[in-house]
């Protein structure tokens, strides 16, 4: 990930001076395959949550595995690019686990930020939340946007020659 964020472990070492400065942190993640409009409204409102934001994106592998053959649309070289690119994101990592609990145990943010598919009993991490006294906050506008409805829209419209 040269140039556009951090490995794991190097955004540990930043993060615990980050902290050390008083400086309270979020993490956000999430694939971020076509960035739309719901992806700022959650990102922008995670960062109200604190002072810093860190977005940890899904892999290409690991998107495979969760959206199916032909995900990521977009490389994740090129969603992390345009993930820093928003001026609510602080660093970006990237996480190919199967869920956000290692990266949770590493970074060790204040916040983690998701999206309002989710309900603070819903949050997969929830248990790994609890246990490191991390809070979990319910970000963005009610989930009305997404990736795949936003393709299968556009292939649609193409379909009928638009």
Avoid: Q
Wanted: glycine share 10%.
């Amino acid at each position: 990930m040269a140039g556009i964020g951090l490995e794991r472990d190097a955004l540990v070492r930043e993060l615990a001076e980050t902290r050390a400065n008083g400086r309270r942190i979020v993490l956000a993640n999430g694939c971020f395959d076509v960035l739309h409009v719901g992806h700022v409204r959650y990102l922008e409102a995670a960062k109200a949550c604190g002072d810093w934001l860190v977005v940890a994106l899904n892999t290409d592998a690991s998107v495979r595995g969760l959206k199916g053959p032909g995900r990521p649309h977009v490389p994740l070289e090129e969603r992390a690019e345009l993930v820093l690119a928003l001026g609510c994101v602080d660093r970006v990592v990237a996480f190919d686990e199967p869920d956000l609990e290692p990266t949770l145990r590493a970074l060790r943010p204040h916040v983690h930020a998701k999206g309002t598919d989710y309900t603070a009993d819903t949050v997969p991490e929830r248990e790994v939340d609890r246990e490191l006294g991390i809070e979990i906050a319910i970000c963005g506008d009610i989930k009305t946007h997404s990736s795949t409805e936003l393709l299968a829209r556009r292939v649609a419209a193409h379909a009928e020659g638009g």
